[in-house]
T-cell receptor, first 114, second 117 residues
Framework: AQSVTQLDSQVPVFEEAPVELRCNYSSSVSVYLFWYVQYPNQGLQLLLKYLSGSTLVESINGFEAEFNKSQTSFHLRKPSVHISDTAEYFCAVSEGTGGFKTIFGAGTRLFVKA | NAGVTQTPKFQVLKTGQSMTLQCAQDMNHEYMSWYRQDPGMGLRLIHYSVGAGITDQGEVPNGYNVSRSTTEDFPLRLLSAAPSQTSVYFC????????????????FGPGTRLTVT
């Protein structure tokens, strides 16, 4: 069955340090992969997506994620975080076989400290 | 475009009451879905639809009904509210991607915060 595992529930990091938020999924077929961000008391916004093509995808605010099919992973990275990156980050997988479900992970709370 | 709209924003119900959460989108998206968000559990899929007249169950469908009579609307009905249904509910919509692969990115509504006492 399709599932998404976000390996860290909370990640504290100092400002300007690098960060990696890990995401693994279980699927043996082609999928679309997404990272969403939720700032406090707001809804979810798309951060970046992998649909096809290059396995490295980037967002406009410096995040990137790499699709690794052999390891079924889609980890999110940023080389230097800002206080404003403090938010909850959700990894999601959409699979077309069996009905086009989009399943989310439990979320990783990124806390950037000054 | 209004995008995805949800009503109401807040609702308090007593155990056993029923209600309908409304969701509408004006982007002509085929795919619509309902999620509930609970602390530490991410977003869990309740029901989804790939077009008018077609609905299917997600991860946590018990206690909820849906219907999709038009492309634009996808209401979620709570049949007999229970305290375990206290949550924030999000409606989302998207285009369908390649057959056999999946749906594209979700556009989310602002959410409905539901409390069942």
């Amino acid at each position: 069955a399709q599932s998404v595992t976000q390996l860290d529930s909370q990640v504290p990091v100092f400002e300007e340090a690098p960060v990696e938020l890990r995401c693994n999924y279980s699927s043996s077929v082609s999928v679309y992969l997404f990272w969403y961000v939720q700032y406090p008391n707001q809804g979810l916004q798309l951060l970046l997506k992998y649909l096809s093509g290059s396995t490295l995808v980037e967002s406009i605010n410096g995040f990137e994620a790499e699709f690794n099919k052999s390891q079924t992973s889609f980890h999110l990275r940023k080389p230097s975080v800002h206080i404003s990156d403090t938010a909850e980050y959700f990894c999601a997988v959409s699979e077309g076989t069996g009905g086009f479900k989009t399943i989310f992970g439990a979320g990783t709370r990124l806390f950037v400290k000054a | 475009n209004a995008g995805v709209t949800q009503t109401p924003k807040f609702q308090v119900l007593k155990t056993g009451q029923s209600m309908t959460l409304q969701c509408a989108q004006d982007m002509n998206h085929e795919y619509m879905s309902w999620y509930r968000q609970d602390p530490g559990m991410g977003l869990r899929l309740i029901h989804y639809s790939v077009g008018a007249g077609i609905t299917d169950q997600g991860e946590v469908p018990n206690g909820y009904n849906v219907s999709r009579s038009t492309t634009e609307d996808f209401p979620l009905r709570l049949l007999s509210a229970a305290p375990s249904q206290t949550s924030v509910y999000f409606c989302a919509s998207s285009y369908l991607g390649l057959a056999g692969v999946g749906a594209y990115e979700q556009y989310f509504g602002p959410g409905t915060r539901l409390t069942v006492t």
